[in-house]
T-cell receptor, first 109, second 117 residues
């Protein structure tokens, strides 16, 4: 079966750095997405990785290792507004998005 | 960037009412749109894939006669919850795949919060 695992909840301090991990086992791979979802709102697109390595976009970076079936989202200089759920999703061989359950990130002052 | 508009954002109605939710891609043509449901503190659950000009593909366990999907144009898909009951109360979100971008990310509407009394 297809499976995406990410921690249920993480806590970090304002101004710090946090890494949210995602491991996946899917039938085929056409890329991995990270989305941010604030409570009561729809997800917003953060990043896309299809090749191994690190993609940096401002305070957010996303890393992919296809051989390990592993990705992480790195958030730097955390702000209170970063408190949200972060969803990892993989595009499988049929171009269907397989969603992880999401990681709830709590930022403390 | 790509924008997906979803309407209405909030619906409160009596049990037995049918509710229609619209999803529009505003600046791109979407041959494929997706309908999700999300219960509180749970992840997104794909209900169906809506294909322009053809029948929607429903996920296992989703009643196609209860959740009617129409994708009549390249910019509009609608989800109708027929004879809604309190257990249908949920957050419904649509998304559209942007074919103009190589990796085709899904862009989401703002969601519709449905409350059935």
């Amino acid at each position: 079966g297809q499976n995406i695992d990410q921690p249920t909840e993480m806590t970090a301090t304002e101004g710090a750095i946090v890494q949210i991990n995602c491991t996946y086992q899917t039938s085929g791979f056409n890329g991995l997405f990270w989305y941010q979802q604030h409570a009561g709102e729809a997800p917003t697109f953060l990043s896309y990785n299809v090749l191994d390595g690190l993609e940096e976009k401002g305070r957010f970076s996303s890393f992919l290792s296809r051989s390990k079936g592993y990705s992480y989202l790195l958030l730097k200089e955390l702000q209170m507004k970063d408190s949200a759920s972060y969803l990892c999703a993989v595009l499988d061989s049929n171009y269907q998005l397989i969603w992880g359950a999401g990681t709830k990130l709590i930022i403390k002052p | 960037g790509a924008v997906v508009s979803q309407h209405p954002s909030w619906v409160i109605c009596k049990s037995g009412t049918s509710v229609k939710i619209e999803c529009r891609s505003l600046d791109f043509q979407a041959t494929t749109m997706f309908w999700y449901r999300q219960f509180p503190k749970q992840s997104l659950m794909l209900m169906a894939t809506s294909n322009e000009g053809s029948k929607a593909t429903y996920e296992q366990g989703v009643e196609k006669d209860k959740f009617l999907i129409n994708h009549a144009s390249l910019t509009l898909s609608t989800l109708t919850v027929t004879s809604a009951h309190p257990e249908d109360s949920s957050f419904y979100i649509c998304s559209a795949r942007d074919p103009g971008t190589g990796y085709q990310p899904q862009h989401f509407g703002d969601g519709t919060r449905l409350s059935i009394l």
